[in-house]
């Protein structure tokens, strides 16, 4: 036999059985579907946001302990902590923490709050703040700061003392940690409004000069910039400072005070900040808190500088729902329109006792049972 055919032999001993061919086909062609399904499923989680309820995939809280820190801006005390109370004893206390600056010295014990929750929840190194001055910064630097010492804390939170929760805590957890993004209300400045300082030039350059909400939702990372800057924050504190507001008691100072400079640093720090170390692309461009602003347009009248005031008739169920059905913000300066993909808002400010208190008796926040308003967290 020639070597030719003894080959031809050999070979045709060694084929395999259609039959087997089969199974290892089928073994291949199920592998490649679980693999696909792992990553397929893994994409889903990644891109999945708050609900079914708005078309979103929901995901297992339990598999996850990453924690939240709630980073509480006050002057002194909490005034809405009956509210803020029950919203976190419906929460599993391993997915949030709790930080509150407030003035020096101010210590949250029994004798100021009856929700254990912010029992000694206070910096020890807190600043005394001004309104539009550089002082607000300094004090969110020293919230992030504190925050980041725990290392299970990836989502920071800011709310001022008259901020509520328009959601339960699971939804907004869900809410939240379903992106991989900060929301950071950031846009470029009115520039009838001459906030930008000539003398931050070229420190900071006009063309990344921003402007936004101060209460913003920093991922980890983020939150690193802001607490651990070094070089933006001097130019602010020096040449960003708020002008006085006019009072006509003082007669010509005062009209004299008018020509000065004016700038609102927290207004302006953390946009600007995260646009000047390139990362605004990184960013949701826009606030998860509302603020309903008066819309005066009187020059000298001092209401322009603040948010309306929710009072108990204006908390009603159907304003509320008016706030949680907003999806989308349009920014005029920019004629740019931000798209939530869902609820835009999951906090609300400014309101006051009264309205806090009809948004925790409407349920908004969990279950409401006034006997059980303050209790001790378990």
């Known amino acids: 036999m020639t070597a030719k055919k003894r080959f031809a032999a050999v070979a045709s001993r060694r084929q395999i059985p259609p039959f087997v061919s089969k199974f290892v086909i089928s073994l291949l062609v199920l592998f490649c579907f679980v693999v696909f399904f792992g990553l397929f499923s893994q994409f889903k989680l990644q891109s999945s946001s708050v609900s079914t309820e708005f078309g979103f995939d929901e995901f297992r809280l339990e598999d996850y302990r990453m924690k939240i820190a709630f980073l509480f801006l006050v002057r002194d005390n909490l005034p809405l902590d009956f509210l803020w109370h029950n919203f976190f004893k419906n929460a599993d206390p391993e997915n949030f923490t709790i930080y509150i600056h407030s003035k020096p010295g101010f210590v949250f014990d029994e004798s100021v709050t009856r929700s254990a929750f912010f029992y000694n929840r206070q910096l020890k190194n807190s600043v005394e703040v001004g309104w539009g001055k550089p002082t607000m910064i300094e004090a969110e ?68 000069w921003r402007k936004g909400s101060q209460w913003i939702t920093l991922v980890r990372r983020h939150a690193e910039v802001v607490a651990y800057d070094h070089v933006v924050f001097p130019i602010f504190n020096k040449h960003c400072k708020r002008r006085p507001l006019l009072d006509l008691s003082k007669g010509n100072e005062s009209l004299k005070e008018q020509q000065q400079h004016n ?72 004629n740019r329109t931000e798209w939530c993909g869902g609820p835009c808002y999951l906090f609300a400010r400014k309101f006051s006792r009264g309205a806090a208190m009809r948004v925790l008796t409407n349920g908004l926040v969990g279950p409401y049972d006034p006997k059980t308003v303050f209790l001790d967290p378990t």
Not at 157 to 172: A, E, R, T
Not at 293 to 304: D, F, K, P, R, V
């Open 141 to 208: 630097k020293l919230l992030f700061k504190a925050a980041l010492e725990d290392t299970n804390n990836q989502i920071f939170i800011l709310l001022s003392d008259s901020c509520v929760p328009l959601y339960n805590f699971s939804y907004i957890y869900r809410y939240i940690m379903s992106s991989p993004r900060s929301f950071v209300d950031s846009f470029i400045d009115d520039a009838t409004e001459k906030r930008y300082n000539p003398e931050m030039s070229p420190d900071i350059p006009e063309d990344k």
């Open 263 to 334: 700038c609102i640093p927290d207004e302006h720090y953390v946009p600007t900040l995260l646009e000047m170390r390139g990362i605004e692309g990184e960013l949701l461009r826009r606030t998860l808190t509302y603020s309903l602003w008066n819309q005066s347009t009187e020059t000298m009248n001092t209401l322009a500088w603040h948010p309306v005031t929710f009072g108990y008739t204006s908390a009603s169920q159907k304003n509320i729902q008016a706030i949680k059905d907003i999806d989308r913000v349009y920014f005029k300066s920019e």
